[in-house]
């Protein structure tokens, strides 16, 4: 289903809209890969990387390779109030990732169990969208939850500015780990609709789409996106107390959209290569193996039923 273009209308119609405007505040909140997670009622998606080589820590006795998959179901709820200038998106998501990853010997301060290990993402969504007047909209959103062994709570904030009756922009401040690490990162927000058919939507440094239109109910795009994560590991699986594994992947490559029974229900799909990738264990905030995976194909598979 294809956005509708940003435009200057009354400020009922304005908070309303600013749920397509605001729907890539996901990207920046955590480590979310999907899309528009919060103008989509429901998802189910699947995410796999081929394997590759890693540079192994002092010590090692686990193979080199290390793959990493991916599966994430999330579900959301809208609530509008005075007359449509506030809307709030109550929400959760739950992910697994499955990922095979070496096992570093004391010498690196980390010993993990070579094999399979499965991290678990389980959170609440909460998003708040204010309108002030014609042109401005507040976007505020709180993901509390369990980050593998770690509880915390990621967010961002940022203002929508209607520039033109085809593009808005906003800025403002993610407080995520959307590099595989919590920080602080600003964020730039941009919907464009340069022509009927073309789209442009952004929440950067998280997440970028160039959608064409070419009919209703198919939608075909470029996406660059980079979706990471902080894990607190257990004593469980055999890593050291106090071990964080730091885990991010930037993705560049061509994704569809397609309706084939019309309505609400969408199938998606996106493939292409990494660009960058990031897999550490970390100490007190601090690197103590650097894994270093290389670059390899991804895909993403996903069924999702809109607002």
Not at 88 to 97: I, M, T
Not at 138 to 167: M, N
Not at 224 to 231: D, E, P
Not at 247 to 272: D, H, Y
């Amino acid at each position: 289903m294809s956005m509708p273009a940003p435009c200057v209308p009354p400020r009922t119609a304005v908070a309303r809209g600013s749920v397509a405007l605001a729907a890539l505040v996901a990207a920046s909140a955590g480590v979310t890969a999907p899309l528009a997670a919060q103008r989509e009622r429901a998802t189910v998606r699947v995410e796999h990387f081929a394997g590759t080589s890693t540079a192994l820590p002092p010590g090692s006795v686990a193979g080199e390779d290390v793959s990493q998959q991916m599966l994430q179901i999330t579900a959301a709820h809208r609530l509008v109030r005075q007359h449509g200038n506030t809307i709030l998106l109550l929400g959760g998501q739950w992910r697994g990732v499955r990922a095979e990853l070496p096992r570093a010997s004391a010498q690196a301060r980390v010993r993990v169990q070579p094999g399979v290990s499965t991290l678990h993402v389980a959170a609440a969504e909460l998003m708040l969208l204010r309108t002030f007047d014609d042109r401005h909209t507040l976007v505020s959103v709180l993901r509390p939850g369990l980050y593998g062994e770690a509880v915390r709570v990621e967010g961002a904030a940022f203002v929508d500015r209607i520039v033109s009756a085809r593009t808005t922009i906003g800025a403002g401040l993610s407080y995520a780990s959307s590099f595989g690490q919590l920080l602080p990162i600003p964020v730039v927000h941009v919907v464009s609709r340069p022509s009927r058919r073309l789209l442009v939507d952004a929440l950067l440094p998280a997440r970028g789409d160039l959608w064409w239109m070419p009919r209703k109910g198919l939608d075909l795009g470029l996406s660059a996106s980079l979706v990471g994560a902080q894990y607190g590991l257990s004593t469980a699986q055999h890593v050291a107390e106090g071990t964080d594994l730091w885990l991010a992947n930037a993705t560049l490559g061509p994704q569809v959209r397609w309706a084939p029974w019309g309505g609400k229900w969408q199938l998606s799909g996106e493939g292409g290569l990494t660009v960058l990738r990031r897999l550490e264990y970390a100490r007190d905030g601090r690197s103590v193996a650097d894994l270093a995976p290389g670059n390899v194909p991804y895909l993403r598979l996903g069924a999702q039923r809109l607002f």
